[in-house]
């Protein structure tokens, strides 16, 4: 009975040690085929076909698209699949002209991108140069240039600038209006007869009470004058005739 009870034994032991090495045979073989599928995919992913062949620009309308695809043609021929989008986000904000930009991925070769450009708001005059540049409505500065239907105006200062593209509609019909931002709070308009002083605020009343007596004060012939619009209920004319005018 014992050398049975032995020889069973080995038989036992027999049976695992080979169930061991099925076992590792096994895995050793889903390694191997887990590192060739990986590199496989690899492989595929970094093809010729996910090569970028298109960049498809949407909501453009002042930048020249020309230009757009000359600034990003090292996109082109790219990885798709390995293309950074924050790069080419990156790159189209540091163009002044956009405000906001949007970059997807469209697989198997193709970017689309749409921005949001900036819109010029005013144009800024330098007094003594008399170089002009366009700025958006938050002051951003977008190129050299001239807009006839733009407000102009002098002596930047991004304290007062909100301000005055609150006070511009109001001056539409002054096409000579001159917007002037020297004062750190307030704001007023050269106009070619004199100054305006408008203040800080109210700005749609005080401009309402200069019109009203604006005629009368061009047929005086007292030019240059200066309207101060900043007391409650009047305007007070500064002449070089006389020192004080109040108007009702």
């Known amino acids: ?139 951003v500065v977008l190129e050299e240039g001239e807009q006839a239907n733009l407000p102009h105006m002098i002596y930047y200062n991004p304290n007062t600038y909100t301000k005055a593209m609150e006070l511009a509609p109001l001056l539409a019909k002054h096409k000579d209006a001159l917007i002037d931002l020297s004062h750190p709070k307030e704001v007023s308009v050269r106009l070619k007869k004199g100054v305006v002083n408008i203040g800080s605020e109210h700005f749609t009343t005080r401009w309402e009470r200069f019109v009203k007596i604006e005629e009368d004060l061009n047929k005086r012939n007292v030019a240059p004058w200066e309207a101060d619009l900043r007391f409650p209920s009047q305007v007070v004319i500064k002449t070089k005739t006389a020192s004080v005018e109040p108007e009702e």
Request: hydrophobic letters at 45%; aromatic letters at 8%.
């Open 1 to 139: 009975m014992a050398s049975i009870v032995l020889t069973q034994g080995k038989k036992k032991n027999h049976a695992e040690t080979a169930s061991a090495k099925s076992g590792q045979f096994g895995l050793i073989l889903v390694g191997v085929f887990s590192i060739a599928i990986f590199f496989g995919i690899q492989g595929f992913l970094s093809s010729s076909y996910f090569e970028i062949k298109e960049i498809r620009w949407s909501g453009v309308k002042q930048i020249n698209p020309k230009e757009l695809d000359q600034q990003f043609q090292f996109v082109l021929g790219k990885n798709l699949v390995h293309l950074s989008i924050a790069d080419v986000h990156s790159a189209l904000i540091n163009n002044r002209w956009v405000k906001e930009a949007v970059v997807r991925k469209v697989f198997p070769s193709r970017v689309d991108v749409t921005l949001t450009e900036r819109v010029p708001a005013a144009v800024e005059i330098d007094p003594l140069s008399n170089r002009m540049v366009l700025r958006d409505s938050e002051g």
